[in-house]
């Protein structure tokens, strides 16, 4: 244990600096702890705050910038596939449905500002951000002053409490290797619970799906469910769309109202994103405003055009 006490003295910024860099680069490491305890050494080993946290401050600011611009210009580049992919790996699937999407399309660039305190949120905006071509100068902004307030609270909550936490790692030190263990404890069941979470999202989200070739028969047989879209606008506008799809770009999109009160017998839902999340999101609101049969296009768009079947552009 006195190991991680020294490493904590002497290499306290750069345990910050990694802490957050990895977090915020979407790997399962807490940030907010790294923060905390190092400020509150800071602040014991130097009375002055103004000279113990503004370093502990930059340095997790600085690093949580780095991050999120890397997604930021990931997004400029590959910004649908980095989402998909942000979506198939991260431990929480709510951050990249549909009500996710329309907070960033509501409020822009701002939104970065608490984009870091809103759970499921900061985890996708960086890389719409880049998706939907915010400017750099303007997403460095907003990041830059999101990533210096959500710094500035761990940084104050150690400062506050900075008694109560070297109190807590003396009593970890008398421990000794039990501390470690107590330590491994708390990542391992902080990991459990983001797994169950995961778990219990993608439990509640199980429905019946249509396939493609369903929806192909249905459409060759002159029925005409009502077909929404809940992709990107920027997305669909790039890769066309099933013919006839609605689109709607959040849950109190005009278009919802529209059809509303014709509750047609099928309305079809379709995204590009693993397990259908946003449109599995759309098709249960959408059941609790009274459709009886809505069902998610199992697969999306991606299966729709991968089977070669008709695809709609302007």
Request: aromatic share 8%; hydrophobic share 50%.
């Amino acid at each position: 244990m006195d190991a991680l006490l020294h490493l904590i003295e002497n290499y306290g910024l750069l345990v910050v600096f990694v802490c957050v860099l990895l977090d915020q680069g979407g790997l399962p490491v807490p940030a907010y702890p790294p923060i905390v305890v190092a400020s509150s050494v800071a602040v014991d080993h130097q009375p002055n705050l103004w000279l113990a946290l503004p370093p502990v401050l930059l340095t997790a600011t600085l690093a949580a910038l780095l991050a999120d611009s890397a997604w930021y210009f990931g997004g400029r580049r590959i910004g649908a596939r980095l989402l998909r992919l942000m979506c198939r790996l991260s431990l929480s699937p709510d951050s990249c449905v549909l009500t996710t999407r329309s907070l960033y399309a509501r409020w822009g660039a701002p939104s970065l500002v608490v984009a870091k305190f809103v759970p499921g949120f900061a985890a996708v905006a960086t890389v719409l951000a880049g998706e939907t071509g915010t400017r750099a100068r303007r997403f460095a902004f907003y990041d830059g002053l999101g990533a210096l307030l959500w710094a500035g609270a761990a940084v104050a909550l150690g400062a506050v409490f900075h008694r109560a936490v070297n109190q807590l790692l003396e009593r970890l030190d008398t421990l000794g290797r039990y501390g470690l263990i107590a330590l491994a404890a708390m990542l391992a069941a902080w990991i459990g619970y983001k797994l169950l979470k995961r778990w219990l999202f993608l439990r509640e989200l199980r429905m019946a799906r249509i396939s493609v070739a369903e929806l192909a028969q249905l459409l060759d047989a002159g029925s005409e469910p009502t077909i929404l879209d809940v992709r990107p606008h920027q997305q669909r506008d790039a890769s066309g769309w099933i013919p006839g799809a609605i689109f709607v770009a959040t849950l109190a999109d005009e278009s919802l109202s529209g059809i509303a009160p014709q509750r047609r017998e099928e309305v079809i839902v379709y995204c590009d994103c693993p397990s259908e999340a946003s449109a599995a999101t759309l098709a249960r609101e959408l059941r609790r405003r009274g459709f009886k049969r809505v069902r998610p296009l199992a697969g999306g768009f991606e299966a729709w055009r991968a089977q070669g079947l008709a695809v709609a552009q302007e």
